[in-house]
């Protein structure tokens, strides 16, 4: 680009006219004016859920009751769901099961990864993880009692170093959650596959954004959250993802009727199910699983290449518009900004990074407040438009221009930031 460059609201509007993704946006519910930067907290919520979920209701719970079991396939949900969705991380369709929540699926995977080797004490995580993977990683050495210990690395461009013969198992974050950075996963994967180690990855920031491909990089274990990227709704079901290689020796520890061989049976004798099954554990929302499904059947017409593509041009712009409009007021890009680096997020610190959030949600743009001084702002190229990131900057240099945030009511701090 000339030095002479400035991104203008004709230039965005252009690459609007342009995008081969730009009908998507009709599939979605978004509030009028509403510019939601916000897709990885919450997905927004497609327009057809309410009919379908209706349907759902009126007919398959009210109508067909428990025969809606069998005759709907409810049982089944899991493994159907996590056999659409294996395509989208790279995974085979019996390796993929959409369950509980991302919390417990990492539990259970935990476990059953320490119980692989037997001999090793040492895993090996990331200071600033998600916090939920640290304090898991933290409840499941509790519950074994055996002495492992987490080794927490400072800095990202530590964590190969990190990994060595003692370690038994590597739990990280792909796509970091505050930074938008992204990790190597298949450098790590083969430096522990090299000493012995297995390795989850977590995908929550990654999965239905950004191809992932577990098979090229020979991975052992994932978890993905349903409600991000994925739009599945509110606490929507997480996926879990264990490399059939590994089935044979499975042994997690939430073992209930859904991981039995025979569940209807009923027998007091626990034999697991062989393959994926083994990770379930007892009855899902099929409600929830139902939401999902519907988002995973719309996601499945859509390329993730070209996803990705337009969510790199929307990082870029975003970084571009901030820069160039609101040059003077010192936020500090904590995103990497070579595109190969980062997910579908875009993170700055600044000082007063809580109030100027309030203040942008406050004029209809939805970004996230991340403690202690992140404002961070996440971009699905299916509904997000390249004009929505102008005017975003446009508010943004409006708000610090004016200090709006210095509002007493933008200093409220509620539950849920
Ligand atoms: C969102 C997120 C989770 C969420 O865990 P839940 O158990 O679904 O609440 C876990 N890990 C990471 C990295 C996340 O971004």
């Known amino acids: 680009m000339s030095s002479e460059f400035r991104y203008s609201q004709t230039y965005f509007e252009g690459l609007d006219t342009d995008d081969p993704l730009k009908f998507a946006r009709d599939d979605f519910h978004i509030p009028d004016d509403l510019i939601y930067f916000d897709g990885n907290s919450l997905g927004p919520m497609l327009k057809d859920i309410p009919a379908r979920i209706n349907e759902f ?6 109508e067909d009751l428990i025969a809606s079991w069998n005759k709907h396939d409810w049982f089944a949900s899991p493994f159907r769901l ?5 395509p989208m991380i790279g995974a085979k369709d019996n390796e993929v099961v959409v369950t509980d929540i991302v919390s417990i699926n990492l539990f259970k995977l935990i476990i059953a990864a320490l119980r692989l080797r037997p001999e090793r004490r040492k895993i090996v995580s990331e200071q600033g ?4 993977d640290l304090y898991v990683i933290d409840g499941a050495i509790k519950v074994l009692g055996q002495e492992h210990f987490l080794h927490a690395v ?111 049976e009923f027998s007091d004798d626990f034999i697991g199910m062989s393959g994926i099954g083994r990770s379930l554990t007892g009855t899902q929302s099929i409600l929830a699983l139902r939401c999902f499904e519907i988002a995973i059947d719309h996601r499945l017409h859509f390329n993730i290449n070209e996803i990705r593509e337009k ?43 809580f109030p ?22 996440g971009f699905n190229p299916l509904y997000n438009r390249f004009s929505d990131i102008w005017r975003a900057g446009e508010i943004l240099s409006h708000i610090m221009r004016n200090e709006t945030w210095r509002a007493p009511h933008f200093n409220q701090r509620r539950a849920v930031t």
């Open 57 to 62: 209701l009126t007919q398959e719970w009210a």
């Open 82 to 86: 996590g056999q659409k969705l294996a």
């Open 129 to 132: 993880n998600f916090p939920t």
């Open 154 to 264: 400072e800095n990202r461009s530590d964590i190969l170093d990190a990994i060595d013969d003692e370690t038994a198992l590597v739990l990280l974050t792909d796509v970091h959650y505050k930074t938008g950075h992204r990790l190597d996963m298949k450098a790590i994967t083969e430096k522990a596959h090299h000493h012995g180690a297995v390795v989850i990855w977590d995908l929550c920031h990654s999965a239905g954004v950004l191809p992932v491909k577990l098979d090229h990089i020979q991975a052992d274990f994932a978890v993905g959250c349903g409600y991000k990227y994925l739009n599945g709704g509110p606490g929507a079901p997480a996926f879990l993802y264990i490399a059939e290689r590994h089935h044979g020796a499975i042994d997690q520890p939430i073992t209930g009727w859904w991981s039995h061989a025979a569940p209807f």
């Open 311 to 353: 969510s790199i041009q929307l990082c870029d712009a975003f970084i571009g518009v901030i820069e160039q409009e609101c040059a003077d007021f010192d936020f500090k890009l904590i995103t990497p900004r070579a595109a190969e680096w980062r997910g579908s997020q875009v993170a700055f610190e600044h000082d007063n990074a």
């Open 356 to 377: 100027i959030v309030q203040a942008l949600i406050d004029q209809g743009v939805v970004g996230d407040f991340r403690h202690p001084n992140v404002l961070r702002f």
